[in-house]
């Protein structure tokens, strides 16, 4: 087993890499001396894969879980199944000692989160990610949340996990279109900080849609690592943070007017991460051998690269990053890659730049 410190304080916590963790999740959250009532919240999908482990685990370790079973998907990351999750923890009697289990990919950390920072003016929470995506990304770092039909984590908070527990065999259930997708974020990791893990990706890529253990466990813990140094500088994305959404400006929009239903995260920010390194070519620096490398990586990981909009579905691409949270001054600020492995923030983009990078 791996583990990864993010050093936040007394809100530090650690990042349990490693295969057949699933069955210490109990004697994990007792460490964490949390109180005995306790929620697992999981979605349609996970939930019969994994739900039966987790809840044995739990009450093994002394602790009284109740299953909260959500519908599964981007689009129930909203306030109106958070709702019906608040009811259900105030029938099960949850108090200001009890806790939250997120187990499921980043949707259901993401609302977990959520609930947990919310239910009682705030209640520990433990992320169990169990997508690559999840465990390289969103369970790490606190930002959790939901959607509005406006746009994506409008509403949300920074409330940091008590532990993330990343089982590793629990990514053998999950569909190669998942698998893909979580590895447009491991891409990201070595766009914006490592060259040399961004080298070992394009050598090792095969090994990892296989999901070979040793390589699997080398890019989770090498992500975790990553984004635990930035949260560290900066927790609440006042100004370094921002270089964790490398693509993202330009892929929350293409999920936002595809209503989250045509793309996956990792597919839209895929495309975004293309796009912005052609931006970044044309406005920063970077080397066309460079944008040719990032963009021949995502589509060996079988990710898409490239959208085709027509003139109404770019209008409408341009006017729902307008509502991107990282807006200032009602301007779009982009992160811009100099070189593979080192990017700046805050730079403003012309709209006729943005639509270059789309075609």
Do not use: W
């Not at 004697?27 to 929620?39: D, N, P």
């Not at 990032?294 to 341009?318: D, H, N, R």
């Amino acid at each position: 087993m791996r583990t990864v410190k993010v050093p936040l304080g007394d809100r530090s916590y650690s990042i349990k890499i490693g295969n057949s963790l699933l069955s210490r999740l109990g004697s994990e959250c007792r460490r964490l001396k949390l109180g005995t009532r306790c929620a697992v919240i999981t979605d349609r999908k996970v939930g019969p894969i994994y739900s039966k482990a987790a809840m044995s685990s739990l009450r093994e370790a002394g602790f009284e879980p109740v299953e909260i079973r959500v519908p599964a998907g981007e689009t129930a990351k909203s306030l109106g199944t958070i709702h019906a999750c608040y009811d259900k923890l105030a029938r099960h009697r949850l108090e200001r000692s009890s806790f939250i289990v997120a187990l499921g990919g980043g949707v259901v950390g993401d609302m977990a989160g959520f609930l947990a920072a919310s239910y009682l003016r705030g209640i520990g929470f433990v992320q169990v990610p169990t997508t690559l995506l999840a465990q390289v990304d969103s369970s790490v770092g606190g930002k959790v949340g939901v959607n509005l039909k406006a746009g994506k984590n409008l509403v949300g908070a920074f409330y940091q996990p008590r532990l993330v527990l990343c089982d590793l065999d629990t990514l053998k259930t999950l569909p190669k279109r998942e698998l893909r997708a979580g590895l447009a974020e491991v891409i990201k990791y070595g766009i914006i900080d490592d060259a040399t893990l961004f080298r070992r990706l394009e050598r090792r890529l095969p090994a990892l849609l296989k999901l070979d253990a040793g390589e699997l466990a080398h890019v989770v813990a090498r992500s975790c690592q990553i984004k635990a140094k930035v949260v560290e500088e900066d927790e609440r994305e006042g100004g370094l943070r921002a270089i964790l959404n490398y693509g993202h400006t330009i892929g929350h929009a293409l999920e936002a007017i595809s209503q989250y239903g045509k793309y996956l995260h990792g597919e839209a920010i895929s495309i975004g991460q293309v796009a912005a390194s052609k931006i970044s070519r044309d406005q920063h620096g970077l080397g066309q051998a460079e944008v040719d490398r990032i963009e021949a990586l995502f589509a060996t990981a079988g990710l898409p690269t490239q959208v085709t909009l027509s003139k109404k579905e770019t209008t409408k691409l341009l006017a729902a990053m307008k509502l991107d949270k990282k807006v200032s001054g009602g301007q779009v600020k982009f992160v811009l890659a100099k070189s593979i492995g080192r990017v700046e923030f805050g730079i403003e983009v012309p709209q006729a730049t943005i639509k270059a990078s789309l075609h």
